[in-house]
């Protein structure tokens, strides 16, 4: 008898403990992003911050694996669950703001102009409609690393400016073995991992073909000079044969063999500063993309994870989530961001601070930020696949350039095209 | 426990306990059915319904579409290439794991001594992980790097291309799945090479035939459901093919050119990574479609009741 007062007793000050929270009106607003391990931990220090700034409010944290997440959200929504801020690649906002899900960031908490002032300018391609529907606390750029102990042996005195001196550099580094198989590779090539992003934003605008047009409904690239940019790249593997494709299988496989010692260069984003300081036993350094010429027009590919406002988030909640929005995107956010998780800031003011431009890792990704593109994606597994065929019907299937990249390019306008055919409806 | 024995017992509405047993029987039958219509049913009946809607994975609107899809899939040269290389996958795959499993099994069922240490041997490949095993094997490919092109430099042949050959991808990659299904498959035809009674061959040995006739008026014929199953069994595996193809060529999947690409590699594509479920849906329907018919094919055409 004793035993069940007792289950009586626990059992009503459990009930009556949420009843002490009573008096302040708490609005609970959820936050989702993909697991990504130093991200996750920043933002539950983050949230911790911030619920001590808005008593009122309490943030609920939640992360999936990144292969699932489309897939949890499109379960979670028709369902009614959901966040309330969520954090998404910046391709895919077009996909989100057609599917009705995310609503326009409120613009006397994030007038256009400030934005435009404020920020790098790539975080344009967040703008649809004339309405900016996402906002990143962090932005990634390309660069290239070398292993220095090769440049050594190779005597390459510095890392190359040019294209020329680049190709120059990697046949010097480039090994094969007596039968003509490469051990190392001067260039550690992947059209699949980041080579299509550098076809696409460095090598064909500075071999003189601009990728889309303006309105980014057409696919330009497929002129005399965009072939000869795509003739340079796939004469590396065919000519040169200074890099293979597929060389260390796998995703990230010219990273791994870059840090096993068997890729002299790879052009990367600055999200594998991380991996590559953890594994590479050479030593290493970062320098920006080179150019066609010495002082020639600069370019970069940029992108970003951005965060957005759903449409679930209404009434106090929506008031709770602008500010959590906020305080994700601050300029203090955003330092930590980069302490935490290696990526750069979006603040234009802190790419300016130059003790990161001098940081001998960060610099040269920074340095891109300015004049990087990011391209408007809207399939971007389609569109890369274009160009990783097109690379590989001139290396394996010998089709002259220009043929390669007008196929290619007709099968992305079509891409394209289904994408811009859908979007006019009201 | 207690309470069922006790309920039946108990005569309730006149059931006889033959009835009651089977009923409860029955009762317990149904859990797994039930189970097996959430996990396998609805989702297949599901799939049939976005296939002939529109629909990006994340919107709530799914407008129906009729049969949009399957035109748009009609159209699309890269199904038609899925579709084609599944087909070669089919044909090469089944035939080669056929007569090397056969061959094996005939070997095997002629040797006494180690005859369990060699099946277990060819087992082994058919219980390591698919993952695991592909990209080991993608190594061994590896154009610069493998060990198969060091074999081949070393007998003084040319390096190959391999997964990196359009030419020869495919059958690089059909090469992994055979080796991984030979165990399994000798294994059933050791079993069905078991089941024929020795009194055939006793009788026809008396009879004056010996070894290839033995083989194609005995065995062969009496290992003919052994044959059936494994044909059936096989084909589906090489229709549903996906793993081994998607690992093997993890950087560009189903590549170099298509080359490799599966149907239901691209279903996976086509839903997953470009968020278009109505066609990955309709190309599901069709694969479904597909198998049902060759199954129902081959079952029609290879069982051959067999009597002596």
């Known amino acids: 008898m004793k035993k069940v007062w007792a289950a009586i007793i626990i059992a009503a000050a459990v009930l009556a403990m949420p009843a002490a929270g009573i008096g302040q009106p708490r609005v609970t607003i959820t936050y989702w992003q993909y697991f990504f391990e130093s991200k996750v931990k920043l933002v539950d220090q983050l949230i911790a911050q911030f619920e001590a700034q808005y008593p009122g409010v309490k943030v609920a944290h939640e992360h999936f694996p990144y292969d699932a997440y489309n897939q949890k959200v499109a379960s979670a929504v028709p369902a009614g669950a959901g966040p309330d801020v969520i954090n998404l690649f910046y391709g895919w906002v077009p996909l989100y703001v057609d599917s009705g899900y995310l609503q ?323 | 426990m207690a309470s069922q024995v006790a309920a039946a017992r108990l005569p309730r509405r006149g059931l006889r306990i033959g009835q009651q047993r089977a009923l409860w029987a029955y009762l317990f039958l149904a859990v797994p059915l039930l189970f097996f219509a959430a996990i396998r049913v609805l989702p297949a009946v599901s799939s049939l319904y976005i296939s002939v809607h529109e629909w990006n994975i994340i919107s709530p609107n799914r407008p129906y579409v009729g049969l949009a899809n399957f035109h748009t899939l009609a159209a699309d040269p890269r199904f038609a290439r899925a579709a084609v290389n599944t087909v070669r996958y089919v044909l090469v795959g089944i035939p080669a794991q056929m007569i090397l499993g056969l061959g094996l099994a005939l070997l095997l069922q002629r040797i006494v001594k180690l005859r369990g240490l060699f099946r277990a041997l060819y087992f082994m490949p058919f219980i390591t992980p698919i993952v695991a095993a592909s990209w080991v094997w993608q190594w061994m490919y590896s154009q610069h790097l493998g060990p198969l092109n060091k074999i081949l430099q070393a007998v003084g042949l040319p390096a190959q291309g391999f997964l990196r050959d359009p030419g020869q991808a495919l059958y690089a990659v059909a090469a992994m799945v055979v080796w991984q299904y030979l165990g399994f498959q000798v294994v059933i035809f050791l079993a069905g090479l078991e089941a024929i009674p020795r009194v055939y061959y006793e009788a026809a040995e008396v009879d004056g035939a010996t070894g290839w006739r033995l083989f194609w008026r005995i065995t062969l014929p009496l290992l003919n459901p052994t044959l059936v199953f494994s044909i059936v069994y096989g084909t589906i595996v090489y229709l549903q093919l996906f793993t081994q193809v998607l690992n093997m060529t993890f950087q560009d999947q189903g590549g170099p050119l298509a080359n490799t690409l599966t149907l239901v590699l691209y279903v996976y594509q086509l839903g997953f990574q470009r968020f278009k479920m109505g066609e990955a849906a309709a190309a599901t329907a069709i694969l479904f479609v597909v198998i049902l018919t060759i199954t129902l094919l081959q079952m029609k055409l290879l069982s051959k009741p067999v009597e002596y």
Do not use: C
């Open chain 1, 104 to 426: 326009p960031l409120p613009l006397d908490a994030f007038p256009p102009v400030q934005l435009e002032r404020d920020y790098v300018p790539m975080i344009r391609a967040s703008k649809l409609d004339g309405k900016y529907w996402a906002i990143p606390t962090a932005v990634r750029s390309l660069a290239m690393f070398y292993n220095a102990d090769l440049f050594r042996t190779a005597a390459v005195v510095r890392p190359p400016v040019t294209w020329e001196e680049f190709q120059a550099g990697a046949e010097r580094m480039t090994a094969r073995d007596d039968r003509g198989r490469i051990t190392t590779m001067g260039f550690g090539m992947a059209p699949s991992g980041q080579d299509h992003h550098l076809l696409r934003e460095v090598l064909f605008r500075q071999w003189g073909a601009a990728p889309y047009s303006a309105d980014n409904r057409r696919v330009t690239y497929a002129t005399a000079a965009g072939a000869e940019a795509l003739r340079w790249y796939t004469d590396l593997i065919t000519k040169s044969k200074v890099g293979a494709i597929d060389f260390f299988p796998g995703a990230g496989g010219y990273r791994s063999a870059f840090m096993a010692g068997r890729a002299g260069m790879i052009v990367d984003g600055s999200f594998a500063i991380g991996a590559i300081r953890r594994g590479t036993r050479a030593s290493w350094g970062v320098a920006p993309l080179p150019g066609r010429t010495v002082g020639g027009a600069p370019s970069n590919f940029g992108s970003y994870w951005v965060h957005g406002l759903t449409t679930r988030a209404v009434g106090p909640r929506r008031e709770a989530a602008i500010q959590f929005l906020k305080f994700l995107v601050s300029e203090q956010t955003q330092r930590l961001w980069l302490d935490a998780v290696g990526e750069l800031p979006a603040y234009k003011r802190l790419v300016d601070d130059p003790r990161l431009a001098a940081d001998p890792a960060m610099g040269p990704f920074v340095s891109a930020l300015p004049y990087a593109r990011t391209t408007f994606f809207v399939d971007e597994a389609a569109q890369r696949q274009v160009l990783v065929d097109a690379v590989n019907e001139v290396v394996l299937n010998n089709k002259p350039p220009r043929q390669a990249l007008e196929e290619a390019a007709a099968k992305e306008q079509k891409v394209l095209d289904e994408f811009w055919a859908k979007r006019k409806r009201p």
